[in-house]
């Protein structure tokens, strides 16, 4: 069994240590009370609030719409069903990226209301000034590189990012000054495998894989995709562990089947 299996309360320092002992992060996303609780005692070191609450939560087609007050919201149900893991909270779409005041101001909401132990944002160097802001307020700050969804309207798509060289040498170099901007760890998302090891090797904080490969320092993914609730979302990326919406719509379908004919409640389940 791993050391850090029995580390009561997971941090950013255990993050590092798993790098430097080569143990494998594990990841994943939760947006409710419920779900933090059953991820938590499944045993990942980190439960991330997504912005992808706006797709799975909210249903709609990008994580932009989402609003710093309803992010809060999810973090407050997160951290309440979680007791080990390190619990991390994405800033949305326009709450850090136009000055590093207002960045600082999201950042600081995020940590005093919904309670998170550390903030997510998406982007390099375009958006140092404020990662520096919120890292010296004393706020720990995860980055995320690679295909950043914030910025979907600029990519025009979800497909793979830096295939080429002088994006590839842009992420590396974005993710160094990531590093020195003092970021605990990196989400690197949907990169070439090889160039999401060099970017492993290259820095000395954790770097956290989707679709990246596996010689990221640990891996994330989307809740919901993991455990087969979304039907119609199948990136090559995806494992899917479980086929929930089969097993749940045959539980909805079997519950009216048992009232429509009065098979439920029975005797036993009548006072």
């Given at each position: 069994m791993s050391v850090h299996s029995e580390i009561k309360k997971v941090t950013t320092e255990t993050l590092r240590k798993m790098k430097f002992d080569k143990e494998k992060i594990t990841m994943l996303t939760a947006y409710d009370f419920?779900?933090?609780?059953?991820?938590?005692a499944g045993g990942v070191d980190a439960i991330l609030i997504g912005d992808s609450a706006a797709?799975?939560?909210a249903g709609f087609e990008t994580t932009l719409p989402i609003t710093l007050d309803q992010m809060i919201y999810h973090a407050q149900s997160v951290v309440r069903g979680t007791d080990r893991a390190l619990v991390i909270a994405d800033l949305p779409f326009g709450t850090y990226q136009s000055n590093p005041e207002k960045a600082l101001e999201s950042a600081v909401r995020m940590m005093k209301e919904g309670g998170a132990h550390a903030?997510?944002?998406e982007g390099g160097k375009e958006i140092s000034k404020s990662i520096k802001k919120i890292i010296n307020a004393g706020i720990p700050v995860m980055g995320h590189l690679g295909?950043?969804?914030q910025s979907i309207y600029k990519f025009g798509t979800y497909k793979v990012r830096a295939k080429d060289e002088a994006e590839a040498d842009k992420l590396i170099a974005d993710a160094q000054l990531l590093e020195e901007l003092g970021c605990f760890g990196i989400v690197l998302?949907?990169?070439?495998?090889?160039?999401?090891?060099?970017v492993t090797e290259a820095i000395s904080i954790?770097?956290?894989g989707i679709g990246a490969g596996s010689d990221c320092d640990g891996q994330v993914l989307v809740y919901h995709d993991m455990v087969g609730m979304n039907k119609g979302?199948?990136?090559k990326f995806l494992r899917r562990y479980l086929d929930l919406y089969t097993e749940i719509t045959g539980a909805v379908a079997q519950y009216v089947k048992d009232v429509k004919s009065v098979e439920f409640p029975n005797e036993n389940e009548s006072y």
């Open positions: 419920t779900t933090a609780k059953m991820v938590d797709n799975v939560m903030v997510k944002i295909l950043t969804p998302e949907k990169i070439p495998a090889d160039l999401a090891k060099k954790p770097t956290i979302f199948s990136p």
